[in-house]
């Protein structure tokens, strides 16, 4: 079996392979450094060959030339808005690192190509795990479809777009620092009630004393606000790729 392919085809397939190969490279799963290369590649191929026919071309479609960096840079800005809810959430779990004095240890991760805490993976893993249960990953392919008529081939540059990408990342951000304010905060009341009692107690070495209890507090006050940290992860996730999707950005 052959199948023919008209120019004006082939130029749609291209256009629509680009946008999907920069969604690929760029969104949470997907574009994990840990997956390989030529898989991404063979991903956003057999995306392409399911979307071009139903993607269409604009009425007014720019020369393939300066088309093709359009269309990639559309993929790869709606990867990039997508990957966002991984950020807020891990961002929840440096801001509660930090709390628990844990950043003085901060080393290395290869998983994350730059230095972590010790529970920074456990928040990863926990974004991820959220982000299969919810059944995201077939979101993704959703919103790729979406943006072929919310942003047809070859129309050139959304201007909404980057509007979208900007809010979206200032607003997940403050939603991931909102997920681990009540933590932060409990940890603050310990870090006060060390200082009260050290004032009260001058004998007391707060160095030794405050650290673990802090940490000791910490986890338990983490382990009780399980159920609202995934909480918190669903809500950034529906607003993340509410905003992909082309709805209104509020916080």
Request: net charge neutral.
């Amino acid at each position: 079996m052959t199948v023919e392919l008209s120019g004006g085809q082939t130029a749609l397939l291209f256009l629509v392979m680009l946008r999907c190969t920069g969604l690929v490279f760029a969104a949470p799963l997907f574009g994990h450094h840990a997956i390989p290369t030529l898989l991404k590649f063979g991903l956003a191929a057999c995306l392409a060959i399911a979307l071009a026919t139903p993607a269409g071309a604009s009425a007014g479609t720019l020369p393939l030339l300066l088309a093709a960096p359009i269309e990639l840079v559309i993929g790869l800005s709606l990867g990039f808005i997508l990957s966002l809810c991984f950020e807020a959430v891990e961002l929840a779990g440096r801001v509660i690192s930090i709390q628990l004095g844990l950043s003085l240890g901060s080393v290395f991760s290869p998983t994350q190509e730059e230095a972590s805490t010790a529970i920074d993976p456990f928040f990863s893993v926990l974004a991820g795990l959220v982000f299969l249960a919810m059944g995201l990953h077939l979101a993704v392919v959703r919103v790729l479809a979406n943006s072929f008529v919310a942003y047809p081939v070859g129309a050139g540059w959304p201007v909404d777009l980057s509007q979208t990408g900007a809010q979206t990342v200032a607003l997940a951000m403050e939603l991931g620092v909102r997920v681990a304010m009540p933590i932060a905060l409990v940890l603050l009341l310990v870090e006060l009630s060390v200082a009260l009692l050290a004032r009260a107690i001058p004998q007391i070495n707060v160095f030794i004393l405050g650290l673990p209890l802090k940490m000791l507090v910490g986890f338990a006050v983490l382990a009780v606000a399980m159920p609202a940290l995934i909480s918190g992860a669903q809500a950034i996730y529906r607003f993340v790729f509410q905003a992909a999707s082309g709805g209104t950005v509020t916080g």
